[in-house]
């Protein structure tokens, strides 16, 4: 009896699959859901208990639902050839009070693991790997206490969801279906597109598109976009900068709103696509006359991409996506003096953004200046190739300060004090004492907390 986690985002397989498998290997799937919460609001608790309602916690229930699936066998159901003694736990819909008190969840899992008798899988949806809820629910220590596997589900790829969306009309045309309206191939391609990796999503526009009315489910071909610009493009950089921003713009029936990977989105700012322009001396920009002489050194070529819609398509903060850019920028520049620019454009939304009073009402244009500074003062982009892209310092420092705010805390309990006043007022006043009576790890915590390197650099 092993512990298996399936990751990944919605509508990829992962319920799907453990119910193919299981079927194929004539295995029993116990399926755990959330009870309905009835809080006794009148009457006596005598008379809520005799109504059949329960009043213990879903922790309980839990508890007692994995109890009892490893101590009894499966029924002979009506219909059943043979009840089969293989059995599997699948648990999706996650009590809420595991998100609060995860240590609570974590009992519970240890004694499954020594008392079971049949695997016991989680699903975790909602992101491409659901760092969220795995982090707070299955933290790397569980992980390598318990020896649980984690399986990572990737989004269906754009092919694969084609083939499985013709079959499904060639098996429904099949079934002489006179009402049944068969979209074609660029109106299946935009099915593809909006649903971003969700088959779910897909299949379920499917049947959208095919009804015989269809109304205002009817798929159109987005109008033409024209692009703000005067400069003459070739045709295949003019096709594909006009798809682009149709299917960003027009999205299949039930399309979702296509998110972007993070480092996705970093390449989109970094790895910045602009319009070619014949002449370096153009005498018009992209929205209005040409620039004086004196500025002539600030023209750049039309943008393909708004970095706003890079920035809110990144499912992330503006303050860390600045963060993140600060962090990899410097491979992309071969001028000194672009990074000179570069640097102030950040300073400035580091500004922007450093006010917390106001951080909510000004934070889209902290990111909006940092982004399009960056662009702007790369004036000699080069094809600098792949370059890998990391995750900036601050969340190492981040992590580094919280551990040690809780080190602290449940060292320190005693003194009941905060964890800043603990870090900058309590810890350094007990460096300066020798006091020789704490215990090994408070000395540690003391000696690295309390004090400050004295040491200079040289020169």
């Not at 920009?285 to 990144?314: M, N, T």
């Amino acid at each position: 009896g092993g512990i298996l986690i399936l990751t990944g985002p919605s509508g990829s397989g992962k319920t799907a699959t453990v119910q193919v498998l299981s079927l194929e290997l004539g295995i029993r799937v116990q399926e755990w859901t959330n009870p309905s919460s009835v809080e006794p609001y009148y009457g006596s608790l005598p008379e809520w208990r005799l109504k059949g309602l329960s009043c213990s916690s879903q922790l309980a229930q839990f508890q007692e639902f994995l109890l009892r699936v490893n101590k009894y066998k499966c029924l002979k159901m009506k219909g059943d050839r043979e009840a089969p003694d293989n059995r599997l736990i699948l648990v999706e819909d996650f009590p809420n009070q595991f998100y609060r008190q995860p240590c609570g969840f974590h009992d519970i899992l240890r004694f499954f693991v020594k008392n079971s008798q049949c695997p016991l899988v989680f699903i975790v949806s909602g992101s491409r790997s659901g760092e969220g809820s795995l982090h707070s629910l299955f933290p790397k220590e569980i992980q390598e206490e318990l020896h649980i596997s984690c399986i990572s589900f990737n989004p269906v790829a754009p092919t694969t969801m084609m083939k499985v969306l013709k079959n499904i009309l060639y098996t429904e045309t099949e079934k002489r279906h006179k009402s049944l309206y068969v979209p074609d191939k660029s109106e299946l391609e935009m099915l593809c597109s909006g649903t971003s990796g969700d088959i779910r999503s897909a299949i379920n526009s499917l049947q959208f598109c095919c009804l015989p009315d269809r109304g205002l489910f009817t798929l159109k071909k987005p109008p033409a976009v024209q692009l703000e610009r005067t400069v003459s493009l070739s045709k295949h950089r003019r096709k594909r900068a006009t798809s682009t921003r149709e299917q960003e713009e027009h999205q299949a029936i039930g399309g979702k709103d296509v998110s972007v990977f993070l480092f996705r989105a970093l390449g989109k700012i970094l790895h910045c696509k602009r319009g070619n322009c014949e002449g370096a001396n153009a005498t018009k920009g992209a929205s209005g006359p040409g620039l004086p002489f004196h500025l002539l050194h600030h023209h750049r070529e039309v943008l393909l991409v708004q970095p706003e819609s890079v920035v809110e398509r990144s499912q992330t903060s503006g303050e860390f996506f600045n963060l993140c850019l600060h962090q990899n920028y410097l491979d992309f520049f071969s001028e000194i003096e672009d990074v000179d620019r570069a640097c102030e454009y950040l300073s400035d939304a580091d500004l922007l953004t450093g006010n917390w009073m106001i951080r909510h009402i000004i934070g889209d244009y902290g990111s909006s200046v940092a982004t399009r500074g960056l662009i702007h003062s790369n004036s000699c982009q080069l094809s600098v190739g792949f370059k890998p892209l990391h995750k900036p310092s601050w969340c190492l420092v981040s992590k580094k300060h919280q551990n040690n705010s809780l080190a602290a805390q449940s060292l320190f309990r005693s003194f009941r004090l905060t964890p800043v006043s603990l870090l900058t007022q309590l810890l350094p006043y007990l460096a300066k004492l020798c006091n020789t009576t704490r215990s090994q790890a408070e000395i540690a915590i003391i000696q690295d907390l309390g004090q400050m390197s004295l040491r200079r650099c040289s020169g």
